[in-house]
């Protein structure tokens, strides 16, 4: 699952247009964005005790990082 957004830059570089790919980008970076902000509310409601929402919280920020450094291909969860 935490590769799925990496999978579709590829596919949409590969077989379709670039506007269609800046908007691809575009929709990603504000949905994690939007997640990360729904995430860290979460945690503030359950005041942290809930580990699943703390993994989330965690992995947000490397998504909206990714995108803000342009989603380079060597860079990803495992090895970034």
């Not at 908007?23 to 580990?51: H, N, P, Q, V």
């Not at 993994?55 to 990803?76: A, D, Q």
């Amino acid at each position: 699952m935490c590769h799925v957004p990496q999978a579709k830059v590829i596919f949409f570089k590969k077989h379709r247009g670039t506007a269609e790919l800046i908007m691809l980008k575009g929709c990603l970076f504000m949905r994690f964005c939007i997640d990360f902000l729904l995430a860290f509310l979460s945690c503030l409601f359950t005041a942290f005790r809930k580990e699943r929402l703390k993994r989330k919280l965690g992995v947000y920020p490397r998504f909206v990082y990714w995108h803000l450094r342009l989603c380079p291909e060597g860079m990803g969860l495992g090895g970034g």
